[in-house]
């Protein structure tokens, strides 16, 4: 079982940076694909980024490529997430999940194919 907390949230203007973790605990978290999602208030939960287990390969959704980076420190048991030039559409709270299984785009892009979730961190970008 893998538990994931993630931290870095805050109020940020349009075109600024913040920088979001997500700690896991357990010994097997470098065999977990680790993604991050995002809701905004009445939208459906929508795919950010991905990153396999070895952090050789990533996804982006369309709409974050070029902005955001997502990595990993397996050593450490967390993965970041990059998030440059920010945007007011990037407003929503952030969640990072795991999963045992899956490659590809098609298949790291749908919330329903991951395992564990955390808490979620609220990102805030104001005008």
């Known amino acids: 079982q893998v538990q994931l907390v993630e931290s870095g949230g805050g109020l940020v203007q349009a075109g600024g940076s913040l920088r979001l973790s997500c700690a896991a605990s357990g010994r097997t978290f470098s065999n977990y694909v680790i993604g991050w999602f995002r809701q905004a208030p009445g939208n459906e939960r929508e795919f950010v980024a991905a990153?396999?287990?070895?952090?050789?390969?990533?996804y982006y959704a369309d709409s974050v490529k070029g902005r955001f980076t997502i990595s990993r420190d397996n050593a450490k048991n967390t993965v970041y997430l990059q998030m440059n030039s920010l945007k007011l559409e990037d407003t929503a709270a952030y969640y990072c999940?795991?999963?045992?299984?899956?490659?590809?785009?098609?298949?790291?892009?749908?919330?329903?194919?991951?395992?564990?979730w955390g808490q979620g961190t609220q990102v805030t970008v104001s005008s």
């Open positions: 999940a795991a999963a045992r299984t899956g490659y590809g785009l098609a298949y790291v892009s749908q919330p329903g194919n991951y395992d564990y």
């Open positions: 990153v396999m287990r070895s952090g050789g390969s990533t």
